[in-house]
């Protein structure tokens, strides 16, 4: 079974965590990605714009995140850097570096668990 964004903020929520809170997303004025990649749909993005910090004049400009939701933890990770690509295709592209985790499936402790790639995550990596 694949997860949708929605699953996951389900998930997330019910275990009493605090990723998709609104005042934690108003904060950082997050923006959560529809999409979620990967056999087991665990991998999304994100993208920030934290606020004016003392002593800035311009707020820091809208960067991404890559985010794998761990399905036994319910808790999220961040995979490399906190807001580290410029764009949503430069964090689509170094999301296709993670591609033998992507089509495999990770489990929490970073174990590949052996899915088939659906025929669509082809299609998507022949954009990359």
Avoid at 2 to 23: C, G, M, V, Y
Avoid at 27 to 55: A, C, K, R, V
Wanted: glycine share 4%; aromatic share 14%; net charge negative.
């Amino acid at each position: 079974m694949k997860l949708t964004i929605e699953d996951i903020r389900r998930l997330n929520e019910d275990a009493d965590f605090h990723f998709f809170d609104e005042s934690t997303l108003r904060f950082f004025d997050s923006i959560i990605e529809p999409e979620t990649y990967g056999p087991l749909g665990t991998w999304f993005l994100t993208s920030e714009q934290p606020p004016l910090w003392t002593g800035q004049t311009e707020r820091d400009p809208r960067m991404w995140t890559i985010r794998r939701f761990d399905t036994r933890s319910h808790q999220m990770d961040t995979v490399g850097e906190f807001r580290g690509y410029e764009s949503k295709d430069a964090a689509l592209a170094a999301l296709w570096h993670h591609h033998d985790e992507l089509e495999r499936g990770v489990d929490e402790n970073r174990n590949f668990l052996d899915f088939s790639v659906p025929s669509t995550w082809s299609a998507w990596a022949d954009t990359c």
